[in-house]
């Protein structure tokens, strides 16, 4: 019968136990950086899509400007008729025997 020494039985169990702990650690290593791969791509993916919002809020807001200088225009020259019918009136106006105001030009002829 073959026997073998109590001190090998624990070198070779020691060195077994090592031998797996190794195996795991470097299929654990492998799995986190699987992972690590795949959040990179899921980063970058929403890097991407943070850029594009970005850009269509840029000309979202471009596009709100141009319109908001349009109105803007609008306005100030729907400001100037009212202003020059205003002026019109007053200078083509006078008043009648009792104080009321009688207008030789109608209002809003230009």
């Known amino acids: 019968m073959i026997t073998i020494a109590p001190d090998t039985i624990a070198a070779v ?3 077994i136990t090592l031998l797996a702990l190794i195996a795991g650690g470097i299929f654990w290593l492998g799995q986190l950086t699987n992972r690590v791969g795949q959040l990179e791509n899921r980063i970058d993916d929403l890097d991407d899509k943070i850029d594009q919002l970005a850009d269509n809020l ?3 807001m471009r596009e709100l ?3 908001m200088r349009a109105q803007r225009v609008e306005l100030l020259e729907e400001m100037r008729r009212g202003n ?3 002026l019109i009136a007053l200078a083509n106006h ?3 025997d009792g104080g009321q105001p009688v207008f030789r ?3 809003g002829a230009e």
């Open 84 to 86: 020059q019918q205003l």
């Open 58 to 60: 840029r000309e979202e």
């Open 105 to 107: 030009v109608p209002v």
């Open 13 to 15: 169990a020691s060195i």
């Open 65 to 67: 400007r141009e319109e």
């Open 94 to 96: 006078g008043h009648d």
